[in-house]
Structures are given as structure tokens and as C-alpha cells.
T-cell receptor
Framework: NAGVTQTPKFRVLKTGQSMTLLCAQD?????MYWYRQDPGMGLRLIHY???????AKGEVPDGYNVSRLKKQNFLLGLESAAPSQTSVYFC????????????FGPGTRLLVL | AQKVTQAQTEISVVEKEDVTLDCVYE???????LFWYKQPPSGELVFLIR????DEQNEISGRYSWNFQKSTSSFNFTITASQVVDSAVYFC??????????????WGAGTKLIIKP
């Protein structure tokens, strides 16, 4: 089992460019999440999904969109990148809801110039 | 409102010393879960433990132990005989049922642990 994987590992964007981050899990988990982590801070939830075809906003959703077309994949899109979106992005998955452990991918480091 | 406080921003100890990382939480629910994660310098987030609010037994796993006390709303983490490989940022987190799938894990700010050889 690969667990949770993220693509790419590192990316540099110019302001205004768009990109998609891909998260994949092979644990048959229902719930998936996208977080961002800024230096010296904990994690903040961007969007999450409680099942295939569903998405919901987290704490800091502005500037991001997500899609969950397949159960195993959760995509995070930046339509027009801004320097404030420079961060490390983590994807996570869990079997069900709040009572379950979230398992994290290795992270994607994004730099927006 | 739910909140997790890790008051120790950074702790530095010499190898083989014991060290305790504090975690204090706030919640209105009687059913909730507490977690600890480790983030080593390589950056990944590693799950360490999950504890539900109805289980106050202390847990020991090798050199790691956790002390859960509902009376003080604390879930502290102790490393015995610390090693350099324990150097990492440690996060405490809280989850509770917010209904209607409005789910969010509440994270502490993390404690950076430095183990000096």
C-alpha cells in the first residue's frame, strides 16, 4: 500500500498562473482533506470531501477549488495563484468522520513568485 | 469553541533526558477524540496516537507515553530517554462531531522538540 500520495512534490508558479495538485489514496477511505501549512504554524483546512462527488469548504477556502470525481482522488486547484498561496499543501484521508485518524501524504511545496 | 493549546513553542533537551510536551484542549462535547502527530525535519506528518474521551487510561508505546486527564483537559506526551531521532515538531489535535458532516480537526500550533547529542 502506498497510502496517500501527492503530485507534484514541489512547484514554482508565477502570480496569476493556475495549477492542480493531485492527491490519491489506496486505503478505500471515504473522507479526504486538503490542508495548508505555513511556516511556524499548524495546519489549516482548505476543503474536504465526505465521499465521491461531494466537497465542502474548510477554514480557508478562498482562492482554491476542489473536485472528487473518483473516490480515491482529490484534486486541489488554484485558478490564479497569488504569493499568499505560497505554502506546503498536505492531503489527508480517513475512513469516516471525526472519530477516525487522518493519514497524510508527503506534502507539496508551492512557491508563488 | 474548540481550541487546542500547546504552550511550549520550543523545547531543547540533551539526549537521554525525559521530556514532556503539553497539550490543553477546550471542547463543549462529551464525545471527542485527541491525536498526536509528529513532523520530522523531512516534513511528513506521522500519526502517533488517537484517544477517545471515554478512555482515560494512560498509554505507553516503547519510549512514548501519553497522559490523558479530563479533569484538567490535558493530553500530555512524554518521551523517555530521548534520542536525536525524536527531534521534530509535535502537534496535538482535537476532533468532535459538529453534525451535518461539518467536520474539522482542530490543531495546536505545535511544539518544536530539539534533542541535542
Amino acid at each position: 500500500n502506498a497510502g496517500v500520495t501527492q503530485t507534484p512534490k514541489f512547484r514554482v508558479l508565477k502570480t496569476g498562473q493556475s495549477m492542480t495538485l493531485l492527491c490519491a489514496q489506496d486505503m478505500n477511505h471515504e473522507y479526504m482533506y486538503w490542508y495548508r501549512q505555513d511556516p511556524g504554524m499548524g495546519l489549516r483546512l482548505i476543503h474536504y470531501s465526505v465521499g465521491e462527488g461531494t466537497t465542502a469548504k474548510g477554514e480557508v477556502p478562498d482562492g482554491y477549488n476542489v473536485s472528487r470525481l473518483k473516490k480515491q482522488n482529490f484534486l486541489l486547484g488554484l485558478e490564479s495563484a497569488a504569493p499568499s498561496q505560497t505554502s506546503v499543501y498536505f492531503c489527508a484521508s480517513s475512513r469516516q468522520g471525526y472519530q477516525e485518524t487522518q493519514y497524510f501524504g508527503p506534502g507539496t511545496r508551492l512557491l508563488v513568485l | 469553541a474548540q481550541k487546542v493549546t500547546q504552550a511550549q513553542t520550543e523545547i531543547s533537551v540533551v539526549e537521554k533526558e525525559d521530556v514532556t510536551l503539553d497539550c490543553v484542549y477546550e471542547t463543549r462535547d462529551t464525545t471527542y477524540y485527541l491525536f498526536w502527530y509528529k513532523q520530522p525535519p523531512s516534513g511528513e506528518l506521522v500519526f502517533l496516537i488517537r484517544r477517545n474521551s471515554f478512555d482515560e487510561q494512560n498509554e505507553i508505546s516503547g519510549r512514548y507515553s501519553w497522559n490523558f486527564q479530563k479533569s484538567t483537559s490535558s493530553f500530555n506526551f512524554t518521551i523517555t530517554a530521548s534520542q536525536v531521532v525524536d527531534s521534530a515538531v509535535y502537534f496535538c489535535a482535537l476532533s468532535e462531531d459538529q453534525g451535518d458532516s461539518n467536520y474539522q480537526l482542530i490543531w495546536g500550533a505545535g511544539t518544536k522538540l530539539i534533542i541535542k547529542p
